[in-house]
């Protein structure tokens, strides 16, 4: 089982969103340059979590989005599901008519095992994720490295 990229990328901003959570509203181009995903898809993104009261956006100067409420209270399922992923195992796409109108043989399979991925999504917030040091040392890198295109922009200038 595998989530597609919008899945993936929305878990990945979040986490960005949740790391630098004390720095105030982070803006949507510092999140594509930390990790890499283009500003228009970011958006799109974006504008699902708003509409999912997952982030608040602060508008003017300085702006930018944060979390709605505490990194401990957004689980991995609850972002996955409000950019409309489906989290589905078959290969029926969620239906029970996979077969010319009937049941694969294996339905029940993988749709139990999508239920059991929906479960583990669900019981992981992104406040355990930021308390693993792997995340801190990867987010540590990514800061480090925005920095110094920003040294060098400014240089450039």
């Not at 993936?8 to 990790?35: E, F, N």
């Not at 991995?76 to 409309?84: F, G, H, K, Q």
């Not at 993988?110 to 019981?123: A, K, P, T, V």
């Not at 040392?137 to 110094?148: F, G, P």
Request: charged content about 25%; overall charge negative.
């Amino acid at each position: 089982m595998k989530l597609t990229a919008k899945g993936r990328y929305a878990v990945t901003a979040m986490l960005d969103l949740a790391v630098h959570a004390h720095d105030g509203p982070i803006t949507l181009a510092d999140i594509s340059s930390r990790q890499g995903i283009s500003l228009s898809y970011l958006e799109q993104l974006f504008a699902k979590l708003r509409r999912n009261k997952i982030v608040a956006s602060v508008r003017g100067p300085g702006g930018g989005y944060r979390l709605s409420r505490d990194s401990g209270d957004i689980c991995i399922a609850e972002i996955v599901d409000s950019v409309d992923e489906n989290v589905d195992a078959t290969r029926c796409e969620g239906r029970a008519d996979c077969q010319q109108g009937e049941v694969c043989l294996t339905h029940e399979l993988w749709s139990d095992l999508s239920e059991q991925i929906h479960e583990f999504l669900s019981s992981i917030d992104l406040a355990s994720i930021l308390e693993k040091r792997e995340v801190q040392q990867i987010a540590a890198r990514q800061d480090a490295i925005q920095d110094e295109r920003l040294r060098m922009q400014a240089n450039e200038m």
